[in-house]
């Protein structure tokens, strides 16, 4: 445990060695907050609500959901870089440097949340609910974050070359929030969309964490499907699934990697 | 003296069993380095060197054979080899936003020195490498020599009993080469066992104790650089002489160096076993001299790698062209 500290150390001190990586990793989503709440705001109707409400959970959950991106990239990187046959050379735990990762990954996203949530309460987003609740919100939402983040080791393993990393996991992460309920009602969708819809873990996640800010959990929500219903309980078993999947599998894959 | 490294018909294959493009990276590779002493693995490219040194530090488990490093199974324990090795791996690996500075700070708290010793051990290391001055810089900004000697630095954390370096001055300029040999021969003055891998039979005559030539994933020669060169034939005096002058150059050298020499019309050559080096070039310029002949080029010629090939399997190794581009002393890939 102490050398996966060491390991996230490192990326923090890397963080701080070229600042421009934090700056970056953090405008993209305030960019998003910024375009969603004025340009597109104004086109989506939501009876009821402030737009920006609504808004604000579902880039949270498509933020902490790119973090598969970030650790498959850094991961990608150092084995590309001969980084991992060194660590891998090391008399340290086989899972010290992808913990170590995981929990670097974990730590960025609460600076990036910190400054979305003062960005969002800049452009009026204002929670209803109780501070326990809002706490309880975002707390999930760096669980799903760290849950989604093993998938990146997995990923940044398997792939071993950032360019590519960066390609397969935008292929898959991209759609996956957009065919959501993150940005706008699902009822405009397709039927058979509507369904796969309901049933994505961004989804889920989305209205958990609207319900946790005392909205109503789902918006646009056709069928009384379970995951519509119970958007919380759903999500945790989702969280449970990739944690219970992926780090097996992750720390598998570390043991015998070997770069191409 | 007993052995620190033995390796027992290690087989690799890569890219699974029955597949059209499996590599047989390893074939029933087996070699021993005694304690304290330096063994050179000398080969072309995808000869297997590099599969070599993962299987032995532990990154990487043959489908078969056998290995002990210090003693150790390198496959029933390879934690407890990782305890005792130093890797320097083919490309410098070490993290290239962080300084050099924080790089080995990083490394030491891994080898679990404390915050102290660590900092105390990163200051003599980059003392001892000449990078005290670049410490504070972030690898990016290093030249090659640079990181490698870091990476050098980074796999010394701890002594480790046994080294292995796989091609440590391969991209590096003349300079930077001697100045990695300097270092090199230090480490195995302080009693360390090494091995390294090489492309260059140079390199391996300056470091090695011992050379293991290896071609597709076996063994295919082995000894001192003396014998080995004994078996290449040693140096050759090469003469380029108009045609016409050809056959009594011939002659001379063969009653010089009481060997059959060869001709070589195309390029207008002629070329004889030269054991005598320097003074056989002597003589035979005097002798050419008297005979009132002036050849277009003369030149002794120590036996490249290529050479040791051609002798030892009767073939040219096929990646014959880069190991030729590669083995002139400038700055090669990377
Ligand atoms: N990860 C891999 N997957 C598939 N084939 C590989 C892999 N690594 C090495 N090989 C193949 O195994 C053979 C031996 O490779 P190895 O890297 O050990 O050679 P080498 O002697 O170190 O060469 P070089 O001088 O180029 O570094 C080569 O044919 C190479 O193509
Ligand atoms: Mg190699």
């Known amino acids: 445990m102490k050398d996966a500290l060491i390991i996230t150390k490192r990326q923090l001190l890397q963080l701080f060695r070229v600042p421009e990586v934090l700056i970056f990793s953090t405008i993209q989503p305030v960019m998003f907050v910024l375009l969603f709440r004025y340009v597109f705001g104004g086109a989506i109707n939501t009876p009821g609500v402030d737009y920006v409400q609504l808004l604000m959970p579902g880039i949270f959950v498509q933020t902490v959901a790119f973090t598969v991106a970030g650790t498959a990239l850094g991961l990608a990187e150092d084995m590309q870089k001969g980084l991992i046959d060194r660590f891998r050379s090391l008399p340290i735990a086989r899972s010290a440097v992808v913990v170590g990762r995981t929990l670097g990954d974990a730590t960025l996203n609460v600076v990036v949340l910190v400054v979305m949530a003062i960005t969002g309460l800049l452009v009026g987003w204002r929670p209803s609910s109780s501070i326990f609740e809002i706490l309880a919100g975002f707390l999930l939402l760096l669980i799903f974050g760290y849950a989604m983040s093993w998938m990146g080791v997995l990923v940044g393993l398997s792939v071993r070359d950032s360019r590519v990393a960066n390609s397969v996991v935008f292929l898959f992460v991209f759609p996956m929030t957009f065919l959501s309920n993150a940005f706008a009602p699902t009822t405009g969708m397709p039927r058979p969309l509507q369904y796969v819809a309901e049933w994505n873990p961004v989804s889920t996640m989305v209205a958990g964490v609207r319900d946790l800010f005392g909205l109503e959990p789902m918006f646009g929500a056709t069928a009384n499907s379970f995951p519509s219903q119970n958007p919380l309980v759903m999500s945790l078993v989702y969280i449970a699934l990739l944690m219970v999947i992926f780090i097996p599998l992750s720390v598998r894959k570390y043991k015998n990697v070997s770069p191409k | ?334």
């Not at chain 2, 990276?25 to 005694?34: F, M, N, Q, R």
């Not at chain 2, 708290?109 to 105390?120: D, M, N, P, Q, T």
């Not at chain 2, 036996?303 to 030892?312: G, I, M, Q």
Request: net charge negative; proline share 3%.
């Open chain 2, 1 to 334: 003296m007993s052995a620190s490294i033995i390796a027992e018909n290690l087989v690799k294959t890569y890219g699974g069993g029955k597949d059209e493009n499996a590599v047989r990276a390893l074939d029933g590779l087996s070699l021993t380095v005694e304690e304290g002493t330096v063994l050179s693995l000398l080969g072309p490219n995808g000869s297997g060197k590099t599969t070599t040194v993962r299987v032995l530090s532990t990154l990487l488990r043959p489908d078969s054979g056998r290995a002990t490093v210090a003693g150790i199974d390198v496959l029933a324990h390879p934690q407890q080899v990782r305890e005792i090795i130093g890797l320097s791996g083919q490309y410098a690996a070490v993290d290239e936003t962080l300084t050099g500075w924080d790089n080995l700070i990083m490394f030491g708290r891994l080898y679990h020195l404390s915050g102290r010793g660590a900092k105390a051990r990163a200051d003599e290391l980059l003392e001892k490498f000449s990078l005290t001055d670049a410490a504070k810089r972030p690898i990016k900004t290093y030249s090659g020599g640079m990181r490698r000697r870091l990476d050098l630095a980074a796999s010394l954390i701890v002594k480790p009993k046994v080294l292995f370096l796989d091609e440590p001055t391969t991209g590096l300029d003349p300079r930077g080469r001697q100045e990695m040999w300097e270092v090199i021969n230090e480490l195995v003055k302080g009693g360390v066992t090494l091995l390294l891998t090489t492309q260059y039979l140079e390199e391996a005559d300056q470091l090695a104790d011992e050379i293991v030539v290896i071609d597709q994933g076996h063994v295919i020669a082995k000894g001192t650089a003396d014998s080995l060169k004994k078996d290449v034939g040693g140096e050759r005096l090469e003469i380029s002489v108009a045609a016409e002058q050809r056959s009594e150059v011939r002659r001379i050298v063969e009653r010089i160096t009481q060997s059959a020499a060869t001709e070589d019309a195309g390029v207008h050559k002629v070329s004889v076993a030269a054991p005598g080096g320097t003074s056989t070039l002597i003589e035979t310029l005097r002798e050419l001299d008297a005979a009132g002949i002036h050849p277009l080029d003369i030149a002794l010629k120590r036996p490249s790698l290529d050479d040791v090939f051609l002798a030892l399997t009767g073939h040219i190794a096929e990646e014959n062209l880069e190991t030729t581009a590669n083995a002139k002393p400038k700055r090669g890939k990377r």
